[in-house]
């Protein structure tokens, strides 16, 4: 029916546009449809939520892009942003900005969402910090601020490296060596400099290493040697 507010049809009847009908926009008596018959795409506008199908072959559709009512954007396929999706589901050629307030962090957990460890920063918008994050703690496990300082177990490192143990962990940080039970074997700390006669240089000026006394297996005596 044509009136003042506009022209009128019934559901399922169609508007086909194209010199062969391949495009359709009609109403199904449920959700509003946009097709093109020719690319298998459908363009489905429901009363709560929006999403783009793709028809196979056999006539079947697939939801391919859904975005609901409460804002959730989902896609049951590949998605590239700025390129053409390739092996993950999601592929990003430029950079990624997560802008807001403090406490929001990317988030990498298991399918059970109950097992995560976060990137984020909770600083003050002051503070370019770094920082990451592993099971339900608020406290950051390791801390980079703007100033070049990294803290583990520490959130305000006050010099380049800060490392704080917990109460019942005393041994704040361990140094291991892997070559195996030989004697003089152990961790080592290198004290470098800069020789400017050599051109600017790194070279190791001292060195504090903690050998083993011993061969044998059992023997946990050791040295340290400067």
Same mark, same amino acid.
């Given at each position: ?33 946009? %097709? ?37 954007? %989902? ?20 950079n990624i900005k997560m802008v807001g307030g403090t406490n929001h962090r990317l988030k990498i957990c298991n399918d059970s969402n109950n097992n995560w460890a976060e ?28 100033n070049g300082r990294c803290g583990i177990g520490e959130a305000s490192p006050s010099t380049t490296l800060e490392v704080k143990g917990v109460a019942n962990a005393p ?56």
């Amino acid at each position: 029916s044509i009136s003042k507010a506009g022209i009128n049809l019934g559901d399922n009847s169609k508007i086909r546009l194209g010199t062969g009908g391949d495009f359709e926009l009609y109403f199904n008596g449920t959700d509003g449809v946009l %097709q093109n018959l020719v690319g298998g795409k459908t363009i489905v506008k429901a009363k709560s939520d929006f999403f783009v199908q793709t028809n196979s072959s056999s006539g079947g559709a697939t939801d391919t892009l859904t975005c609901s009512s409460t804002g959730n954007v %989902q896609t049951h396929y590949k998605l590239g942003v700025g390129r053409v999706a390739g092996d993950e589901p999601l592929e990003v050629q430029g950079n990624i900005k997560m802008v807001g307030g403090t406490n929001h962090r990317l988030k990498i957990c298991n399918d059970s969402n109950n097992n995560w460890a976060e990137i984020g920063n909770d600083g003050a918008s002051t503070q370019n910090t770094l920082e990451f994050f592993t099971g339900s703690s608020a406290t950051p496990t390791m801390s980079l601020d703007n100033n070049g300082r990294c803290g583990i177990g520490e959130a305000s490192p006050s010099t380049t490296l800060e490392v704080k143990g917990v109460a019942n962990a005393p041994d704040v940080l361990i140094l291991r060596d892997g070559t195996g039970l030989s004697a003089d074997n152990g961790a080592a700390i290198l004290l470098n400099g800069i020789n400017h006669s050599a051109g600017v240089q790194h070279v190791s000026y001292a060195k504090i290493k903690a050998g083993k006394l011993n061969a044998s297996q059992n023997n946990s005596w050791g040295y340290l040697s400067f």
